[in-house]
């Protein structure tokens, strides 16, 4: 058994938990992971308040989170690119949580973690780098370009505005004011996200905006569609039905360990900072998705696992 933390129910954070579960031996094509790090996302507290049974069906109860580093312990059939004792990260399997000390990856969605790059930078490739550098693939926007980004503070929003800038594009990066540093720090205009933000945009481009990418979706997401030039690409991962309606897209994810690896060596030479800014440990695991469920956190949050006590895997035992 490994200590887990959870929901019991689809509900609010009172749903919440800590519990026992048993990990199966791994599938064909999985390997388990002793975790390190767990990387804390918006889709965490949607899953537990019940919008996302369509797409992610759970049984309770359930455990949170879907992406992780960790050294594998375990290693299924037909797996041939990972061995025990590797330091590795990826998505969750289906039916397997990322907040917890042991869990199940599917070996196609994982990757194996740099030496340089941390256990919490690993961590957070999966979903908000990885959605970050295939938004601005699907984007496809030359150098010069400019951006328009709603959301620009957050977990997505940051690496977005960093591997736009490496790409010559010029960004605007509508944020609030706790946030203005982090998006100057990356090269981009900061734009206040108070009442006047449209008009600014407006400003900054007369002619519209080469593309949006829209973190926020509601009425912002509807006044940055009409604030491109005709024909201008517009992706929201808050909406992608308005998106849709209004022209665009959502975003399509390429969670491949191709893609993953791709993405850790740009952390790696440090192209990329995932920005990880807040660290708990895993007792306060409620106290990190509360932060991200405040829908005003800054950069990356991410739950730390303490392995102090447990003998390394990849080293021989006595
Ligand atoms: N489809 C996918 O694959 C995918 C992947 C990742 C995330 N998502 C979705 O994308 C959204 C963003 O994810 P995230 O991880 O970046 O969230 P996050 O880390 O919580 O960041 C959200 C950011 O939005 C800002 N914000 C809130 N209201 C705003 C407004 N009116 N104008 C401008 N900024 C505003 C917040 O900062 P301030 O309050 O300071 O402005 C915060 O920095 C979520 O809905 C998430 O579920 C989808």
Not at 308 to 318: F, I, K, L, N, Q
């Amino acid at each position: 058994m490994v200590l887990a933390y959870g929901f019991t129910e689809y509900g609010g954070p009172q749903t919440q938990s800590f519990f026992d579960v048993s990990l199966p031996p791994p599938g064909a094509g999985q390997i388990v992971v002793s975790v390190r790090a767990a990387g804390v996302n918006p889709a965490d507290w949607k899953v537990r308040a019940g919008t996302r049974k369509d797409t992610v069906p759970v049984t309770l109860p359930a455990v949170l989170g879907r992406e992780v580093s960790g050294v594998v312990t375990s290693v299924g059939p037909r797996v041939t690119e990972f061995d025990v004792g590797d330091e590795v990260f990826g998505s969750t399997a289906t039916g397997f949580g990322g907040y917890t000390e042991a869990t199940v990856l599917n070996a196609s969605q994982s990757a194996h973690k740099p030496a340089a790059v941390s256990w919490a930078d690993a961590a957070v490739i999966p979903v908000a780098c990885g959605t970050a550098f295939d938004a601005l693939h699907d984007l496809d926007l030359a150098a010069g370009a400019t951006l328009l980004v709603l959301g620009a503070g957050g977990g997505v929003g940051t690496s977005t505005l960093t591997l736009a800038r490496a790409r010559g594009i010029t960004v605007l990066g509508v944020a609030s004011a706790a946030k203005q540093d982090a998006v100057e720090e990356t090269g981009s205009l900061w734009v206040d996200s108070g009442d006047l933000w449209a008009d600014a945009v407006a400003a900054l481009a007369p002619s519209g905006v080469d593309g949006v990418f829209d973190l926020v979706g509601g009425e912002p997401l509807q006044r940055a569609a009409s604030l491109r030039r005709p024909g201008a690409p517009l992706i929201s991962i808050a909406d992608s039905v308005a998106a849709t309606e209004l022209g665009g897209s959502g975003v399509e994810r390429r969670r491949t360990t191709a893609v993953f690896t791709a993405v850790a060596e740009l952390v790696a030479d440090g192209s990329l900072d995932p920005a990880v800014r807040q660290r708990f440990p895993f007792e306060q695991a409620g106290s990190a998705l509360a932060a991200v469920e405040s829908g005003h956190s800054a950069g990356k949050v991410v739950i730390e696992f303490d392995h102090a006590s447990e003998a390394d895997p990849s080293e021989p035992g006595d």
